[in-house]
């Protein structure tokens, strides 16, 4: 198959724009040396590390943290100087915002309707055409150590042995383990799904080094879909499209992660889809992850959807409590043998941990890392009042917390409706106004992603979250009854 630029589509002029742009990476990467340095490995491992630069062609940065806790982190302790250091190092002149992951993901949404700005990831590393391949990798397992890997874009921390399984993971997790034996006659491709936060890098992670050390002379190739997105369009710049197809192609096993970031991208998808057929029949093993099933992806190309879901799709739940609780003390002891203190923390701590921090593991273990920040080797020795002081500012809704079943209650009690009917296809006004109304108060009360949002009211599409959100959000400016609703349900709700 060969790809022409003049074919290429929107998505390919977009990156493309992005990609001349990759100063921005370059200059963050330095800007990343110096903060290492001066912050120390420890709090620059937790803090800077997790967080992604993103641009617009339009010369818009923003750098993205994983969670709110993150955000507030680097805002209290290191934004003055990110500023510093970026003015001195960017040349342009750009200027760069901080978001959580969740405000992030609303605002681009919201531009890329209005203005159709596209953001993309500006990876610190500048982006190589030539994949790399498991040769490269030693066959010793790797060692934990809370960094990102020269190679691959693999986190050395994300190994089995630190992955801990519970009912909500633990088919995966036999799945994942058995794909990366190379044992014979299995499923092909595999998709691992569910929702974001809940160990899906984790896992592919942990299959590819335990792949690379169980063969080491096989090439495993890993990538992020938007790796996937950026490479390929460098190629189609550089005419190498040869070369990457090549790259792809030649894997033993190829692993591309969060898949669903290809939805939509014409030709990004059809390379794709040629690149898995190509490595299936060929006998190569295939996985990906996605924050939905195929069958969700509506944006999908139908043929790459039909072929994501011709193997194994394998889902994921979110983590139960006990499984919550087993990640804490395993993060714990994990962080106690990485900073010499008592690997153990009071039990009523864990489990207001645990029970606190429910919206994805991401946000458990942001919780961690604070407590780990503000009290060090004391961390064992917590009281769960102090934890309580220490975290109120990351409680949203004060000591209660909201689920989006307690808004589903409150808002159908209030209009005088079932629960079902928020969560059923009619849509009539009478029962469409209200499912927006909770759409909305989902979002502004728990840390809920848009999906994560629609997957709750009947399964529907971000997107139709969305639609609510902005819908409400215009509405209630001027209309007043419905404005009063909103709060007399907030005013419930927050008890
Ligand atoms: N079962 C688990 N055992 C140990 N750590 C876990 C587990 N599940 C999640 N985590 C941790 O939670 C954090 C988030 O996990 P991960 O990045 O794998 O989520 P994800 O599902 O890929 O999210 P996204 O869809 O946003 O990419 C990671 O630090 C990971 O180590």
């Known amino acids: 198959m060969s790809i022409k630029v003049g074919a290429a589509s929107q998505e390919l002029s977009a990156a493309y724009a992005a990609v001349t742009r990759e100063p ?5 990467n330095k800007v990343c040396v110096s903060l290492k340095r001066e912050l120390g490995d420890a709090a620059f491992g937790s803090w800077i590390a997790p967080a992604v630069l993103r641009e617009t062609q339009g010369g818009d940065v923003v750098l993205v943290t994983p969670t709110g806790i993150a955000r507030d982190w680097i805002r209290r302790s290191a934004w003055r100087r990110i500023g510093e250091l970026w003015a001195a190092g960017d040349a ?10 969740l405000e992030f993901e609303a605002s681009a949404d919201a531009a890329s309707a209005t203005t159709g700005a596209v953001y993309v990831e500006a990876k610190p590393q500048p982006i190589e055409i030539v994949l790399p391949v498991s040769s490269d990798v030693p066959a010793a397992a790797p060692t934990p150590a809370g960094k990102t890997s020269p190679i691959q874009g693999l986190q050395e921390r994300f190994t089995f042995d630190s992955f801990v399984p519970g009912p909500a993971n633990e088919f995966a997790h036999a799945v994942a383990r058995r ?9 092909n491709p595999v998709l691992f799904h569910g929702p974001y936060g809940f160990g899906k890098t ?26 996937f997105l950026s490479t390929f369009v460098r190629a189609v710049m550089d005419r190498q499209t040869t070369a990457f ?75 139960d409590r006990s499984l919550r609780l087993g990640i804490l003390e395993r993060k714990i002891e994990a962080l106690g043998r990485a900073q010499g203190f008592t690997g153990s923390v009071r039990p009523e701590v864990l489990q207001f941990l645990a029970d ?26 917590l009281s769960l009042d102090e934890v309580q002081a220490i975290l109120r500012p990351h409680l949203r809704g004060g000591e209660k917390r909201i689920t ?17 009917d928020l969560l059923s296809e009619r849509r009539n006004r009478a029962i469409a106004r209200p499912r927006q109304a909770a759409m909305w108060l989902a979002k502004q009360l728990t840390t809920r992603s848009l999906p994560d949002i ?21 509405l209630r400016q001027d209309d007043a009854v419905l404005s009063q609703d909103l709060e007399t349900i907030t005013r419930k709700l927050r008890g």
């Open 179 to 187: 794909v990366a034996s190379w044992a014979d006659g299995h499923f």
């Open 92 to 101: 342009v002149g750009r200027r760069m915002d901080l978001k959580s992951r």
């Open 202 to 227: 984790h896992l592919l992670n942990a299959l590819a080094w335990e792949a690379m050390r169980a063969a080491p002379n096989k090439r495993v190739v890993y990538l992020t879909a938007e790796r």
């Open 24 to 28: 921005a990476g370059i200059v963050w």
């Open 245 to 319: 197809k090549d790259e792809l192609r030649g894997a033993d096993l190829l692993i591309i992660d969060d898949v669903h970031f290809i939805a939509g991208k014409q030709s990004s998808q059809e390379e794709l889809f040629h690149t898995l057929t190509a490595l299936v029949e060929d006998g190569r093993r295939v996985v990906f992850s996605a924050d939905r099933p195929p069958s969700a992806m509506t944006e999908m190309d139908a043929r790459l959807r039909s072929h994501l879901s011709a193997g194994l799709v394998c889902g994921m739940e979110p983590a």
């Open 356 to 381: 606190r921090f429910t919206d994805s593991v991401r946000e458990l273990e942001g919780a961690l890392n604070t407590l780990t920040a503000r009290a060090g080797e004391r961390l064992s020795r």
């Open 404 to 420: 989006i079943d307690d808004i589903q209650k409150a808002t159908s009690e209030h209009y005088g409706m079932k629960q079902a």
């Open 454 to 474: 629609g997957r709750r009211f009947g399964g529907r599409d971000h997107t139709t979250v969305l639609h609510a959100v902005r819908r409400i959000e215009a």
